[in-house]
């Protein structure tokens, strides 16, 4: 049973290992494409596979952050500028986990978002809105745009191992509860740990 | 660590690798995009809801490396080494820990690993890998009973996994017929302990009260919400799916049996395919050598393996003529598990040639064979790299995300059909991007009831589109803000008051009463626009042959089409494109004029090549 612990602490080890070493080489090879195209759209593609590659302490992040808000400052199309901000953004929420990188940056981009949208719905001739109706537009985009749905992360995280926990404790209750003879001790370890975790289980994913 | 283990080790590490540099970089296409979303959020998937994945998928999702999409299809991964690392356990305990028996074990991992479908779905978000490791579980447990003799334990861990494999594909839960048959040889004892086994099953089964608890809850994203014991049958036991239901495609088995024969067809297709026609003698002796062990795990074995094979087959792959979908859906998904129980059977067949090698002294063969038959299915590995690697298809990701940047704001874009809608979902619930757009999901091309997942929540979306909330869709079509991926045809409802034009890489809709003139005007402008966004090297570079990835591709092509349009001049060769553009069982027609000249001709270079590299009898299986 050692021995299958073991080897699944490796396996998982081995796993992530790799998964690092795909994704830094990825970083690496895009920020050079990035940085050797003279299309800022391209650039900015280039970019948002370097960010979407994320490693954390990676120095590439941060290049590829600030090469995407160089770009956005130098296009001067505003459906262009919304696509290079707007991409910055949605890569950032991709690579959320129990926290969120870079969270001030998307604080700064958000406005900006609702900005450009909004004047692009007064610029665009087939609706009927005017320059006054642009702090409502403003309004509409900002508040879709702070509007958070997703679970929350403590929960989340909670409901996930209580699951594994209550899983685990069946395990426990058959291999060492129910063998030949019954052993009482840990049939009621395996059984006080199962209603705990179930009972936890139940109510975080309510809560999250 | 001694020689066998580091071998092992190695094997596995070899295996791992090769399959996380071809996971997609961002998402897989079909399901993919739709199950990440729901981990992400955690939410309910298409039913049966697949709860038991969907948490696991949390799980992976809090990762802190890669994005999220690559972090879920990270789950396939594990749950593939971990059925690998159990079929070498087997075959290594069955061979009593021989030589010839280590050899055998790791022949028939690389065979299985590097086999096209198990290979497939080991690299995208999919739950096939996890239900395959449940059946090899179950079927592990029916092993030990046999060879060691009744173990209430076993029977109680049985009944929890039977009943775990009830919150993941429910394909998983078919092994409770086998593992019946064997408690039968140990029927007082087992019947001693049924009703702790129902226990230990019901505890399993729980899982399933996921649904519900986030059903009730306002969610980010539920396809279908379990609110009540009604909401919960209809999900779980998949009644939408009409024949296709749980209980309706079970009683199929049982109907028509010359279907048997069609259903053997496609199977040994699939088996010549995944491993050639060469595997089935192994098989065979597999079959002998398990008759020489015992009889009685002969008869598990062969009653695991005929439920994932023909059974199944006849359940949902009792086709005269499986066409491309029948044999991308079904084909190379439904039967992971019965490959993994094929390999099994196989890798025992190489080791009973091997104790012949034993039995009549042929000292050289036994000691080099082994090793050599090993690197035979390394080369494999090859193959596998040509057709199913995707550490470069970036196109379900960036397709869906170009067709949203294409769309001025806060526009209804329209999907239909599985594979455009999940990758929207991924792109606007887990990405965030464009949330202004409101992205509405056909359930029925001939009908106008859609899912509003991608527009929610309405009271945030109403101040955008009150044409739209308020049922004037014709005042949004003139305002030029409805897009879609599906042309129309007079099948649809909306084809008598609307026209669809092809734009970019989906289709606008305006209203028949409007000025053409000044739409070709305003169709020029936006092309003219939106065209630095055109993106057409990931079409050109994805190295895969998966189906709904060249599906995308070809469907992109219009886009180019319509640049050419664009840039037409008046002198120039007339080309004529007749297309029919097919959603489903309904299709439409796609028609337009272009002169080419040195202008445009670039965009007419790049549709050619497109479909030249997307060409979809590329897909191996169909081959």
């Known amino acids: ?208 | 660590m001694n020689f066998k283990n580091f071998l092992l080790g190695g094997v596995l590490f070899l295996i791992a690798s090769v399959y996380i540099f071809s996971l997609p970089p961002v998402l897989s296409t079909g399901d993919g995009g739709e199950l990440i979303t729901v981990s992400y959020a955690l939410g309910t998937p298409h039913p049966s809801g697949y709860p038991l994945y969907v948490q696991l998928g949390k799980l992976f999702s809090f990762l802190p490396v890669g994005n999220v999409g690559v972090r879920v299809e990270l789950i396939s991964v594990v749950f593939s080494i971990i059925t690998l690392f159990i079929l070498y356990f087997m075959v290594f305990k069955l061979s009593e820990k021989s030589y010839e028996g280590y050899f055998a074990a790791i022949t028939s991992i690389f065979v299985l690993a590097f086999s096209y479908s198990f290979f497939g779905q080991s690299i995208v978000a999919k739950f096939y890998t996890l239900n395959s490791f449940f059946v090899i579980l179950l079927l592990f447990c029916g092993i030990i009973i046999v060879l060691k003799g009744y173990d209430r334990r076993i029977q109680f861990l049985a009944s929890f996994i039977l009943g775990l494999t009830l919150s993941s594909h429910h394909t998983g839960f078919m092994m409770i017929v086998p593992l019946f048959i064997v408690s039968l040889f140990y029927y007082k004892e087992f019947f001693k302990n049924l009703p702790l086994s129902f226990v230990f099953f019901v505890s399993g089964f729980s899982v399933n009260l996921y649904l519900y608890i986030r059903g009730i809850k306002e969610n980010l994203f539920n396809m279908l919400s379990v609110t009540d014991w009604n909401s919960f049958l209809i999900v779980f036991l998949r009644k939408n799916y009409g024949t296709a239901s749980s209980v309706d495609a079970t009683t199929s088995g049982f109907t028509n049996f010359y279907g048997y024969f069609y259903a053997f067809k496609n199977y040994l297709y699939l088996i010549e395919k995944n491993f050639t026609l060469f595997s089935i003698p192994f098989f065979i002796l597999g079959i002998v050598w398990l008759f020489k062990k015992s009889k009685r795990l002969l008869i598990f074995v062969l009653i695991s393996f005929f439920i994932y094979s023909i059974f199944l087959a006849k359940l949902t792959f009792s086709l005269k003529n499986p066409d491309i979908h029948d044999l991308y859906i079904i084909g190379h998904q439904y039967f992971i598990p019965s490959f993994v129980i094929y390999c099994f059977v196989l890798s025992l067949g190489i080791y009973l040639i091997y104790n012949i090698f034993e039995k009549f002294n042929f000292y050289f063969l036994k000691k080099t064979v082994p090793i050599i038959l090993i690197f035979f299915p390394l080369l494999m590995i090859f193959d596998r790299l040509t057709d199913q690697y995707q550490g470069k298809n970036y196109v379900p990701y960036s397709h869906t995300k170009e067709i949203f940047s294409s769309l001025p704001a806060s526009s209804i874009y329209m999907t239909f059909g599985d594979n455009h809608a999940f990758q929207g979902w991924y792109l606007k619930l887990v990405g965030r991007y464009r949330e202004d757009i409101c992205h509405i999901v056909l359930d029925d091309y001939k009908t106008m009831t859609w899912a509003l997942q991608g527009c929610k929540p309405y009271r945030l979306y109403r101040g955008l589109f009150p044409e739209f909330f308020y049922g004037d869709l014709i005042d949004l079509t003139r305002k030029k803000r409805f897009y879609s991926i599906l042309a129309l045809s007079e099948k649809h409802p909306l084809y008598s008051v609307v026209d669809s034009y092809p734009y970019f890489y989906s289709f606008i809709y305006v209203g028949k009463a409007f000025e053409k003139r000044d739409f070709e005007e305003f169709m020029k402008e936006r092309m003219k626009k939106i065209k630095p966004l055109l993106n057409y090297e990931d079409c050109l570079s994805h190295g895969t042959d998966d189906v709904f990835t060249l599906q995308l591709c070809n469907f992109s092509v219009i886009g180019y089409i319509n640049m050419a349009k664009t840039y037409e001049t008046s002198a120039g060769k007339e080309i004529a494109f007749d297309h029919e553009i097919s959603y489903g069982d309904f299709t439409a027609p796609f028609k337009m004029k272009v002169k080419v000249s040195e202008e445009n001709e670039k965009y007419l270079n790049i549709y050619n090549a497109i479909k030249k590299y997307n060409k979809m009898d590329k897909f191996y299986l169909k081959g």
């Open chain 1, 1 to 208: 049973m050692k021995k299958i612990s073991l080897f699944f602490l490796i396996a998982i080890l081995v796993i992530t290992l790799l998964f690092c070493l795909k994704l830094f080489i990825n970083q690496k090879n895009f920020i050079s494409e990035a940085k050797n195209t003279n299309n800022p759209i391209k650039a900015i593609r280039y970019y948002e596979r370097v960010i979407l590659s994320y490693i954390p302490f990676s120095p590439y992040n941060k290049g590829a952050i600030k090469g995407i808000l160089g770009k956005c400052k130098s296009l001067e199309d505003t459906e262009q500028k919304l696509y290079c901000y707007e991409t910055l953004r949605s890569d950032l929420y991709q690579i959320k986990s129990f926290y969120q990188p870079y969270k001030e940056e998307i604080e700064k981009l958000e406005p900006l978002i609702a900005e450009l949208k909004s004047k692009q719905m007064i610029q665009w001739k087939y609706n009927n809105f005017s320059e006054k109706d642009y702090q409502s537009l403003y309004n509409y985009h900002i508040k879709i745009l702070r509007y958070d749905a997703s679970p929350s992360v403590m929960w989340s995280i909670i409901s996930v191992f209580s699951l594994l926990g209550w899983i685990g404790s069946v395990f426990l209750i058959i291999f060492k509860g129910l063998g030949r003879l019954l052993n009482k001790r840990y049939l009621l370890i395996g059984f006080i740990t199962f209603i705990i975790f179930f009972v936890l289980w139940v109510l975080s994913l309510y809560l999250a």
